[in-house]
């Protein structure tokens, strides 16, 4: 009568819940229904020219193109891609470091560790200038930082005076940017929001609670298409929909109530009129309409994504290419056989009906990946595993040359445990996380970097 690890519910075990055989068990598919609310009729007729009436079919990244193994000194915390450079990705770890990567290149690596003392949350791209990325941080700080050269500033730090003892210091989570009012916004651990002018680069406002006192805020989104409402999310096992226009204390327009905490929630990248959201009870939430009852979901759909201590948490995502607003990608936490070898795959998911539209993995990579990007114009997944990135393609798009030939895996670092210690921050990360296979394949690697062949594998 133990409840499943899967659904949390008794009666079953975790091999046998029928959620584990098919993901769509239970659920509700979305209901096509007349527009009956006059607010909504509107919304969706200013949007119609913009989203296509025909549902494209689904393009699948599903097969390693190119891997920097061991890129980072801890594990990676969240990617970005470039907004106008398509082979450019960014990556923040554990450590505050911020990697920039060309994976057309493969073999350059550029990261910036000077730039925060502690985990990197958050980041986004300045809307005036391409070349600059806000980041938030573990350590109170919010930055900006020119990638060319590397040089940060400080725009905002909530711990001036340092370390005064856990009650009083604030952690940075939830970030996101506001383009119509040129302010990033950025929420901590006590469940405060900060608003930062992007123009002046310095805190504007007082500090607004919009989460339970003492609970962290660990996402913020700005609606795509009216950016004046705000979702924000957090541990007290809350989603909270705010208009920033009357945004103060108490001043919520919907709670969206969770059985346990939130990891993240979007808005939908079309339309703005969706949710979707990760709770640590294993399920994705779908609401179909904001204009509608927001008292309970319109969809749950039960996966698996709870995590330990040492993983980044899993987060659900919307592709931004879509148009239908209805394909979602997230890693999985419970692993699966596949031919022998226990692999987490990273699940594509119709969150209109529940169906597992593709689950993509590689013999090669054994570790958990809770950290995936869908890219915002090609068909290409960036994926952080540990302390390693992944590109992921359709296999279709690869030529027959390439498919035959070899991918292109780097590795970088490892010495470490070569010498025989490991500093404690090591036995923070995954206890697997240096963990790659290259079964059968041919590696092209480029010096200072270890080669790594069909043989054998030197670290």
């Given amino acids: ?109 550029t990261v910036y560790g000077n730039i925060h003392s502690c985990i990197l949350n958050n980041m986004r791209f300045s809307p005036a200038n391409d070349g600059m990325i806000y980041a938030a941080s573990s350590d109170g700080t919010v930055s900006c930082t020119d990638l060319e050269t590397g040089i940060s500033s400080t725009l905002m730090n909530l711990n001036p005076d340092g370390w005064q003892g856990p009650g009083s210091w604030r952690m940075l989570y939830g970030m996101d940017i506001n383009l119509e009012r040129g302010v990033v916004l950025v929420a901590d651990n006590f469940g405060f929001l900060y608003l930062v002018d992007s123009r002046s680069n310095s805190q504007t406002g007082k500090a607004i609670m919009i989460h339970k006192k003492g609970s962290k805020v660990v996402g913020l989104h700005c609606n795509p298409f009216q950016p004046d409402l705000l979702l924000s999310c957090g541990n007290d096992h809350f989603a909270r929909l705010w208009d920033m226009r009357r945004l103060e204390a108490g001043s919520v327009l919907a709670n969206l109530e969770h059985r346990r905490v939130v990891n993240s929630a979007y808005f939908s990248p079309f339309s703005g009129t969706k949710i979707l959201t990760t709770s640590q009870d294993n399920r994705l939430r779908i609401w179909d309409s904001i204009f509608r009852d927001l008292d309970s979901p319109s969809r749950e759909i039960v996966h698996s994504h709870d995590f330990n201590r040492h993983l980044t948490p899993f987060r659900a995502e919307w592709d931004p290419k879509d148009p239908s607003e209805s394909l979602a990608v997230i890693g999985r936490y419970i692993s699966e056989n596949y031919n022998g070898t226990a692999l ?83 036995y923070d990360d995954d206890s697997d996380d240096d963990k790659f296979n290259v079964k059968g394949k041919n590696v092209k690697v480029k010096k200072p970097v270890k080669q790594m062949t069909h043989r054998k594998a030197k670290r």
């Fill in 344 to 426: 987490h795959p990273i699940d594509f998911i119709d969150i209109n009906t529940g169906q597992l539209v593709a689950e993509v993995m590689d013999p090669n990579i054994t570790t958990i990946t809770p950290v995936n990007k869908l890219h915002p114009r090609d068909d290409v997944l960036a994926s952080g595993s540990s302390r390693s990135l992944f590109i992921w393609r359709p296999k279709e798009k690869f030529d027959v040359a390439e498919q035959s030939d070899t991918r292109k895996i780097i590795v970088f670092g490892g010495d470490e445990k070569k010498r025989g210690k490991r500093s404690k921050d090591d």
């Fill in 1 to 109: 009568m133990k409840p499943c690890f899967l659904c949390k519910m008794p009666g079953h075990t975790t091999m046998t819940c029928p959620h584990r055989v098919a993901t769509e068990h239970g659920v509700v598919p979305a209901p096509h229904v007349n527009t009956q609310n006059p607010v909504e009729f509107v919304f969706e007729r200013q949007l119609k020219p913009r989203i296509t009436p025909i549902k494209p079919a689904y393009v699948i990244p599903d097969q390693v193109d190119c891997a920097v193994i061991r890129y980072h000194s801890r594990r990676v915390t969240c990617l970005e891609f470039h907004p106008t450079n398509n082979h450019i990705l960014l990556s923040g770890d554990k450590k505050g470091q911020l990697g920039i990567w060309d994976f057309a290149k493969v073999h350059e690596k």
